[in-house]
């Protein structure tokens, strides 16, 4: 499941980089690293957006909303791992669901790389990622949001 806002913003750094002939510089790298934050944001804000989506095939109002509100306050991670967690809370099938698709695939994997090196910039260590890694990770890693609406269709 692309996210349009992350195309968009992978296309306008690669044309500064390109035009600027900033590849290779600390501008490279603050891109880079503003663009994971974004890709975790945006990767987080849709799977609370498909776990709300689900609570509304109940048709009760109250449920959704307790499912928004509280969906933030249960998923500290997006990590895989911690999707599958999640995913439990509604049933083991739908955490196997998720698992049967994700585990040890090439899309977990740098799913879950976006999602370290985030908390590495987060934390002021950085990131190890060029912006061509890191387009790369994000053109696999997208796929695990359409194995989260899966599991919970």
Not at 38 to 64: G, S, Y
Request: glycine share 4%; net charge neutral.
């Amino acid at each position: 499941m692309k996210i349009p806002a992350i195309d968009i913003s992978i296309q306008i750094c690669n044309q500064h980089l390109s035009s600027s002939k900033a590849k290779g510089t600390e501008i490279e790298a603050f891109l880079t690293r503003y663009l994971l934050i974004l890709i975790c944001a945006h990767f987080e804000e849709e799977i609370e957006k498909l776990i709300a989506n689900r609570a509304m095939k109940t048709n009760d109002p109250h449920i959704v909303s307790f499912i928004r509100s509280s969906v933030g306050q249960i998923f500290r991670s997006i990590k895989t791992s911690e999707i599958s967690g999640l995913l439990s809370k509604f049933g083991e099938d739908y955490k196997q669901k998720f698992q049967n698709n994700t585990v040890g695939t090439q899309e977990e994997t740098f799913y879950n790389n976006i999602v370290i090196n985030r908390h590495s910039t987060a934390h002021n260590v950085g990131s190890n990622l060029t912006f061509d890694e890191l387009v790369g990770h994000y053109e696999k890693a997208h796929k695990i949001l359409d194995y989260v609406q899966a599991a919970l269709s």
